[in-house]
């Protein structure tokens, strides 16, 4: 568990980070950056909350973080094939394909230990 605590800790200060740093005095700050920002409080609260009521939590944050990273991939990779390409498109689709296989190795490593818990 102390790994996932970890991942989940250092994931959520990267995405807010990064989303602080990218929109910070825009107007659209809080529309643009709203979804990474609630994904990071949910990272933040599955490892809060992981001592009390297990990996459960993970699964749930885990999951929407794979779920947004999915969709940000494919917006992205949308773009690189079918135009306007963006400027960064191949680094930024490395980035998010490297994101999505932290995510999946987190929901995997909590079903895991939700498993364990519930003595299967």
């Known amino acids: ?11 959520a200060f990267v995405i807010s980070a990064g989303e602080i740093a990218r929109f910070w005095g825009d107007p659209r700050f809080v529309p643009m950056a709203l ?5 990071a409080v949910a990272l933040v609260w599955a490892a809060r909350r992981s001592a009390y009521d297990g990996a459960g ?10 779920g947004l990273v999915l969709v940000l991939l494919v917006e992205t990779a949308d773009h690189q094939i079918h135009g306007p390409a963006k400027a ?3 680094i930024y689709l490395a980035a998010l394909s ?4 932290v ?7 909590a ?3 939700v498993r ?3 003595g299967r």
């Open 1 to 11: 568990m102390g790994a996932l605590n970890a991942l989940a800790y250092l994931v």
């Open 35 to 39: 979804d990474e920002l609630l994904i």
């Open 57 to 66: 939590w993970h699964l749930v944050a885990w999951g929407a973080f794979c």
């Open 88 to 90: 960064a498109g191949p």
């Open 98 to 101: 490297a994101m999505l296989i």
């Open 103 to 109: 995510g999946l190795w987190a929901v995997i490593r």
């Open 111 to 113: 079903l895991q230990l």
């Open 116 to 118: 364990h818990a519930a």
